[in-house]
């Protein structure tokens, strides 16, 4: 059974700090998406990463894929209260004639003034 | 733009009563999904068609099915609801890339 981990479950940072946050996956798998929830909304798609050493950037956020260690990172770059949200990491296995995604905890990230 | 409408955005049900979760998308994908959402679980996987009347179960499939009568409607039913099955809601298609999803329906089940 494929296993999802994010880390940390909850980030408070001030506004202008870099972090991380960390996503690994348990199980061999050629794709691998990062998600925004805002509160009481619905999961917005930000990256899709296909091969290993991918690496997207939006803003400041910066998605990379390892898929030898099983890890992707979703970095913050000098976070702003606007990036406050839930961020999820999935991972898509094919299953027989589709492809199914896997989701992580979620990362609650909240940025201080 | 990918639109995926679920037909409630709250319900309130009963124990026992047979629910139906409603769930439309305008841009004629092939995969359809329905998952759960519970703090600090994240989102499971309860079912998944890839196909009309193709079905296939999810991490936690148990006390839901599924109805895939016409491409683009996916419905989700409780056969008879329980209180550990409030939650919130999500629908999602696909084509092959990432997910589209809806807004949610938040159910409670008294």
């Known amino acids: ?113 | 733009d990918v639109k995926v409408t679920q037909s409630s955005r709250y319900l309130v049900k009963r124990t026992g009563e047979k629910v139906f979760l409603e769930c439309v998308q305008d841009m004629d994908h092939e995969n359809m999904f329905w998952y759960r959402q519970d703090p600090g679980l994240g989102l499971r996987l309860i079912y998944f068609s890839y196909d009309v009347k193709m079905k296939e179960k999810g991490d936690i499939p148990e006390g839901y099915s599924v109805s895939r009568e016409k491409k683009e409607r996916f419905s989700l039913i409780l056969e008879s609801a329980s209180t550990n099955q409030t939650s919130m809601y999500l629908c999602a298609s696909r084509a092959g890339g990432p997910l589209h999803f809806g807004n949610g329906t938040r159910l409670t089940v008294t």
Request: net charge positive.
């Open chain 1, 1 to 113: 059974e494929l296993k999802v981990e994010q880390n940390p479950l909850f980030l408070s940072m001030q506004e202008g700090k870099n972090y991380t946050i960390y996503c690994n996956y348990s199980t061999t798998s050629d794709r691998l998406y990062w998600y925004r929830q805002d509160p009481g909304k619905s999961l917005e798609s930000l990256f899709v990463l296909l091969s290993n050493g991918a690496v997207k950037q939006e803003g400041r956020l910066m998605a990379s894929l390892d898929t030898k260690a099983r890890l992707s990172t979703l970095h913050i770059t000098a976070a702003v209260h606007d990036l406050s949200a839930t961020y999820f990491c999935a991972v898509g296995v094919l299953t027989g004639t589709a492809s199914k995604l896997t989701f992580g905890t979620g990362t609650r990230l909240q940025v201080t003034l």
